[in-house]
């Protein structure tokens, strides 16, 4: 029932190199968030979107870049990953506010990602 | 600014056993309250919402009442199975507010025993 899916779910990495994770969505939802999930911190807000070409950082967006190029995808960027990003990255979509389900977040599986 | 606190797990419970996982919140005005479940391996699914004080959110027997007055949304079932072993994440989102940008608790894990 995927109307989100990220990729890759699993990446090793060395410390210094560039990762790119993936999240696409096929609801045509407005609004799209990339959070990361570390143990005794919930999840935290990295960057997010709310349109094509339109994103805002989040409360932890340091050593993180984003780019949407169409309304389906969003893309996070490490541009060089250090063993403080090893994490488990969640991307999650929402409706336009006063749209069907507005106020209620879809969740992806998660991409889970190493760096050594 | 805003925070939400949760009872620390994990939380181990038989088959059949009443549950309770505390939250409280600290926040300005009248936010949104919500309770999502995340089972191993997957991402956070919507489990119930409240958007107003006094409100119940329900689902799949879980139950939550948004209280202003002592700033709570205790999550509660009556009868616990072993397919809710999950961690259970309490949030909100301010007023007016996407729940995209919603402040999330540290998470409670529970583990059910038959």
């Known amino acids: 029932d995927a109307g989100i899916t990220q990729s890759p779910r699993h990446k090793v990495t060395e410390t210094g190199t560039p990762v790119t994770l993936r999240c696409h969505q096929t609801?045509?939802?407005?609004?799209m968030y990339w959070y990361r999930q570390d143990p005794g911190h919930g999840l935290r807000l990295i960057h997010y979107?709310?349109?094509?070409?339109?994103?805002d950082k989040g409360e932890v967006s340091d050593g993180y870049s984003v780019s949407r190029s169409k309304t389906e995808d969003f893309l996070l960027t490490l541009e060089s990953a250090t063993s403080s990003q090893t994490s488990v990255y969640f991307c999650?979509?929402?409706?336009?506010?006063?749209?069907?389900?507005?106020?209620?977040?879809?969740f992806g599986a998660g991409s889970r990602l190493t760096v050594l | 600014g805003n925070s939400v606190t949760q009872m620390e797990g994990p939380v181990t419970l038989s088959e059949e056993a009443f549950l309770t996982i505390n939250c409280t919140y600290t926040?300005?005005?009248?936010?949104?309250l919500f309770w999502y479940v995340q089972y191993p391996g997957e991402g956070l699914q919507l489990l119930l919402k409240a958007t107003k004080a006094d409100d119940k959110g329900s689902n799949k027997g879980f139950e939550a009442t948004y209280r202003k007055e002592t700033t709570s949304f205790h999550l509660e079932k009556g009868s616990v199975q072993v397919s809710d072993s999950a961690v259970y994440f309490c949030?909100?989102?301010?007023?007016?507010?996407?729940?995209?940008?919603?402040?999330f608790g540290d998470g409670t894990t529970l583990t059910v025993k038959p």
């Open positions: 609801e045509n939802h407005r609004y």
């Open positions: 979107s709310y349109g094509v070409k339109d994103t």
């Open positions: 999650a979509i929402e409706p336009g506010t006063g749209s069907s389900g507005a106020n209620v977040l879809t």
């Open positions: 949030a909100l989102s301010p007023h007016n507010t996407n729940a995209g940008k919603s402040t």
């Open positions: 926040a300005t005005g009248y936010p949104s």
